[in-house]
């Protein structure tokens, strides 16, 4: 993501060197609306990146708390089987297993549907922020991908790849909006 960041920050830091040269010979003024959009866009940007990494964070901290869960499933269940092997090998040599052992056994298992409930909605919780993610990836993509088309408007002095550029703007816009909102 860095590379992207300092990408987008370089294209704009140029396009306003360029416009701001155009701007001197008092020339094409439309110039200075793309230097402006650029310079709002590439703060947009930078908000839905900062969401972005916020999400993949979130998501990765709730995978992390399932394996855990999972890892504390498969204790439970180890346990289960060890003491449920005791009782079978106590009764095959004719002696009577502990009866704490067997209600332990018992509450081993119910413990383990308990920790499986927890490290499935770890799960789920893991995933919907994968989606988010995902949302406002695609929004910081879009925002890129608008300074560089401002910038290049500048530099060939076309302002239909201007409106280009805006057109990927409101679009990232819309995946911004998606993610907060929803």
Sequence with gaps: MDEIENFSENIHEQSNEHAHHILQEGKEKWVLF????????????????????????????????????WAFYQAKGIKSEVLTSTNKLLISFGKQPAPE?????KEYKKDQ?????????FQKESDAHVAEHSVFARGVTLFQISIAIGAISIIVKRKLL????????????????????F
């Design 113 to 121: 549907a308990d920790i499986m409930e927890k490290a499935k909605d």
């Design 34 to 69: 793309v230097a402006l959009s650029t310079a709002v866009i590439a703060v947009l940007a930078a908000i839905t990146g900062l969401l972005a990494g916020q999400h993949a964070d979130e998501a990765m901290l709730a995978q992390i708390r399932s394996s855990d869960q």
């Design 101 to 105: 052992d067997l209600a332990k056994a």
């Design 162 to 181: 201007w409106v280009v550029s805006m057109g990927f703007a409101f679009i990232g816009i819309f995946f911004l909006l998606q993610g907060v909102l």
